[in-house]
C-alpha cells in the first residue's frame, strides 16, 4: 500500500518542529532542517536575520523552496494517518484532518463536523457514520440474500428444463420406437396379405381350372369370364347372365 519504504521511517522524521504537525509545504534549510514554509515564515516574521529555528545557523536563501520530494512523501504520510489500516477506509477528513463521524445522505460520503457546517453540506441531511456503516451492511446482507436466492432458482430453473428435455427426448424416442413396431408389424401384415393374394390367387387359379373343366363336360362351354364373375361377386347378381 505504501508506495515508498521511506514511509516506514517514524512520523517524528516528517514533522515540523515548530507546528510539531507532518510538514505542510515543507521547505528545507542549508543547515538540513526542514521546517512547514508557513512555520518558517512566521518565526522569521519580525527577526532581521534568516536563522534556522532549531540550530540557529544563518540561512543562505531569504526564501527556499519547498522541497517537493519531501512534500510528496508527507502527502502520503497524512493520507495513510487518515487511512484505517484494517479497513483501507479513510477515518479522517482530507480537508480539515478531523475524524470522519457523519454520512452524508445527499452526497452519500463520510464527512467530519467541520464539513457538516460548511457551505457545502449546510443543508444537507447527516448521520452518525457507524449508523450508515450498519445500514451500509444490511443492505450488502441484504443484497447477498437475495444473490443466493437468485443463484437457487436460478439452478432450480436450469435442473427443471433440463429434466422436461429429458422427458420429451425420452417421449419422442419411445414414439420413434412405437412408429418403428408399427412400420415392422404393417410390413408384416403386407408380408402376410401378399401371401394370403398369392395363394387365393392359386386357388382361383386352381378352382377355376377344376370348374372350367368340371363346365365344359357338363355344358359344353368353354371356362369363362361369367364363371369368374359369379365367385368374386354378389351371390345375387345372377341376372347379368
Ligand atoms: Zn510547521
Ligand atoms: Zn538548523
Ligand atoms: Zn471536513
Ligand atoms: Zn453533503
Redesign the pocket.
Known amino acids: 500500500q505504501d508506495r515508498s519504504p521511506l514511509l516506514s521511517l517514524p512520523e517524528e522524521d516528517f514533522s515540523c518542529t515548530v507546528c510539531l504537525d507532518i510538514f505542510k509545504d515543507p521547505v528545507m ?1 542549508s ?3 526542514s521546517f512547514c514554509q508557513a512555520c518558517l515564515k512566521e518565526c522569521w516574521k519580525d527577526k532581521e536575520s534568516r536563522e ?6 544563518r540561512s543562505s536563501k531569504d526564501h527556499p523552496h519547498t522541497n517537493l520530494s519531501l512534500k510528496n512523501l508527507c502527502e502520503a504520510l497524512r493520507e495513510r494517518r487518515q487511512t484505517d489500516p484494517t479497513t483501507g477506509s479513510k477515518v479522517l477528513c482530507s480537508q480539515h484532518s478531523e475524524k470522519l463521524s457523519l454520512f452524508c445522505l445527499e452526497d452519500k460520503e463520510p464527512i467530519c463536523l467541520v464539513c457538516q457546517v460548511s457551505r457545502k453540506h449546510k443543508d444537507h441531511d447527516c448521520i452518525p457514520v457507524d449508523e450508515a456503516s450498519q445500514a451500509q451492511h444490511t443492505e450488502k446482507q441484504i443484497k447477498a440474500e437475495f444473490e443466493r436466492l437468485h443463484q437457487f432458482l436460478r439452478e432450480e430453473e436450469e435442473a427443471r428444463i433440463a429434466a422436461l428435455k429429458e422427458e420429451e427426448k425420452q417421449k419422442s424416442q419411445k414414439m420413434k420406437e412405437k412408429i418403428e413396431q408399427m412400420n415392422r408389424e404393417i410390413s408384416s401384415l403386407s408380408d402376410t396379405i401378399r401371401a394370403i393374394e398369392g395363394e387365393l390367387k392359386d386357388e382361383d387359379i386352381s378352382f377355376l381350372s377344376t370348374a372350367g373343366v368340371r363346365g365344359a363336360d357338363r355344358c359344353g362351354k368353354t371356362p369363362g369370364k361369367p364363371e369368374v364373375q359369379s365367385l368374386g361377386e354378389d351371390e345375387g347378381d345372377h341376372q347379368t347372365q
Open positions: 534549510l543547515c538540513s532542517h534556522c529555528p532549531v540550530c540557529r545557523r
